[in-house]
């Protein structure tokens, strides 16, 4: 008897307990299968060492040369730190060089023919580096890089001038001349925009700075945030965070409303750095805040610049791409022309100017907090930037006008506080 008695509450036991440990295995499996696919994706991404190898084989060999050359592949004084890449192709480090950090880009494999849904850069594969071939002059390399800055940005007056800035950063060891090492590294880095950007943009203040290159692989200047807002997570917790949970947490940790504005500021900046600069337009096709930094003082710093283009450019090689709408006719996230129903192929002008994105990203983060006295009037002024079309009449004009205004009512509101 007492043994019937004891069992219904044993069995309800029992099968409560299994029920658990079901559950529990199952959290386990399904747990460590994201863990596993997540932790693949990593190692598929973060390829430092595959490229480092690459690189070093190539120097060794004296294929190539730079001036991070030695620090990287001899002494190992520059070394790669936590990854930052969002794509195979695109390596992205923090690093340490000689003691003063930095952050390390290297290119892995190339396309082959120009994919509007990854790079405008179509390269040779990066093993290569075959041009400058032996026996050319220091003034056919002159020419071959003046046909290509042609190509790219058009037919500037002042090409000369650009040709002449980019031997001297090739001359890594600055001994006055540019060795086939440093030629083949310097033609390389050429192929990419972001590389060819902080050339040009090397004295503004927004743009970091060049530390060193060694074949196609570059070390430029730190910056302390690596992204306009939000905290940094380790990607284990990001797995299983809400991706609107996630936006709403990256508002609530941003700086106090003045520094705010002053990075603002810092982007305006930089809009009207890239606009008719001296060597012609540039397009900012991602404007996202994971590309936008900022240092300790609060000023802006640009983090990713690959996804900014010569106008020219990518005028050249959109115009003639097939199309079925305007959806195919779109480069980066932020780059758009019209699809041309009549000639099923996509229009060369771009249909929204760098302003207007920047202000699309700016909105939330500037009205977000921002003192009730100039609220309504930082509004109106945000929605006419966004509203700005390139096609529109007088673009130019209205362009600086609205970014001046916009600069002069943020400073005006920071200019006697600490933060900024």
């Known amino acids: ?41 990593y190692t598929e991404l973060c390829r430092g060492k595959d ?5 070093c084989d190539k120097y060794k060999t004296g294929v190539i040369d730079g001036p991070a050359c030695n620090s990287l592949c001899v002494t190992e004084t520059l070394y790669f730190g936590k990854c930052l890449s969002t794509k195979p192709n695109n390596q992205m480090y923090l690093g340490i060089w000689d003691n003063l950090p930095g952050v390390v880009k290297c290119q892995m494999e190339q396309a082959l023919h120009l994919d509007f849904g990854t790079e405008l850069e179509p390269r040779k594969e990066i093993a290569l580096f075959d041009k400058p071939t032996r026996g050319t002059t220091v003034q056919k390399f002159k020419e071959m890089v003046y046909s290509l800055f042609k190509a790219k940005l058009g037919d500037q007056g002042n ?117 008719h600069g001296p060597y012609g337009n540039f397009l900012m096709c991602d404007t996202s805040a994971k590309n936008l930094g900022y240092n300790d003082k609060y000023d802006l710093k640009m983090v990713d610049m690959r996804k900014i283009v010569p106008e020219t450019n990518l005028k050249e090689l959109i115009k003639d791409r097939h199309c079925e709408s305007d959806l195919d006719c779109v480069y980066g996230t932020d780059c758009r022309t019209s699809c041309d129903q009549s000639t099923m192929k ?31 009037e930082l509004e109106k002024q945000l929605y006419s930037c966004i509203a700005l079309k390139v096609t529109a009449n007088q673009m130019e004009m209205e362009h600086s ?7 002069t009512l943020l400073w005006k509101k920071i200019s006697y506080t600490n933060d900024s």
């Open 346 to 376: 996509c229009t060369s002008e771009v249909i929204q100017p760098n302003l207007a994105k920047a202000c699309q990203l700016l909105k939330d983060y500037l009205l977000r907090g921002a003192p009730s006295e100039i609220r309504e």
């Open 51 to 55: 490229c480092k190898k690459i690189i």
């Open 159 to 275: 090409l000369s001038e650009l040709v002449n800035l980019i031997l001297t950063v090739a001359d890594g060891d600055k001994d006055g001349q540019v060795s086939l090492g440093e030629a083949k590294s310097a033609w390389a880095l050429l192929q990419l925009n972001e590389f060819l950007l902080m050339v040009i943009l090397q004295d503004k203040e927004h743009t970091p700075k060049l530390m060193g290159f060694c074949g196609d692989l570059y070390v430029m200047e730190s910056v302390e945030y690596t992204s306009l807002y939000g905290i940094s997570l380790p990607w284990v917790i990001e797995l299983f965070i809400p991706s609107g949970f996630r936006r709403s947490m990256d508002q609530l940790f941003t700086p106090s409303w003045p520094r705010k504005a002053k990075i603002a500021i810092g982007l305006l900046e930089f809009v009207e750095d890239v606009f």
């Open 401 to 407: 006008l609205i970014l001046n205004n916009l600069k």
């Open 1 to 41: 008897v007492g043994v019937s008695l004891c069992w219904p509450g044993w069995a309800r036991f029992s099968y409560v307990r299994m029920k658990y440990l079901f559950f529990s295995w199952l959290a386990v499996f399904v747990g460590s299968w994201i863990i596993y696919v997540q932790y693949s994706t």
